[in-house]
């Protein structure tokens, strides 16, 4: 915990927010992104899916997203959610 506690010191406050951050506030944050990133790149190397350049979702025919989804229920966030960054990812 020592780690995220510095980490959490080390990020400046945000404007207008009272609540603190703390390193437990920063190993959730980084544990949730992991997990999203995980699913991200799971999907990105699944047959039937891939990125639709304009919009910037990820795209697959509803019987390939209904079987993955029923896989991994947490597949289903991603569904017709734009990816920020894609270009860095």
């Known amino acids: 915990m020592e ?7 080390a990020v400046p406050p945000f404007a207008g927010s009272e ?3 703390t390193g437990e506030k920063c190993q959730s944050k980084h ?3 992991k997990r999203k990133w995980k ?3 799971r ?3 699944i047959s039937g899916f891939g990125i639709d350049p304009l ?5 697959a025919p509803d019987e390939v997203w209904d079987m993955e989804v029923e ?7 991603f569904q017709n959610k734009l990816i920020g ?3 860095e990812l």
């Open 3 to 9: 780690v995220w506690n510095s980490v959490s010191n």
């Open 19 to 21: 609540v603190p951050l």
């Open 31 to 33: 544990k949730g992104l």
């Open 39 to 41: 699913i991200w790149i």
């Open 43 to 45: 999907l990105k190397n």
């Open 55 to 59: 919009t910037g979702t990820i795209t």
């Open 71 to 77: 896989r991994q229920p947490a597949i289903r966030e």
């Open 85 to 87: 960054n894609i270009t």
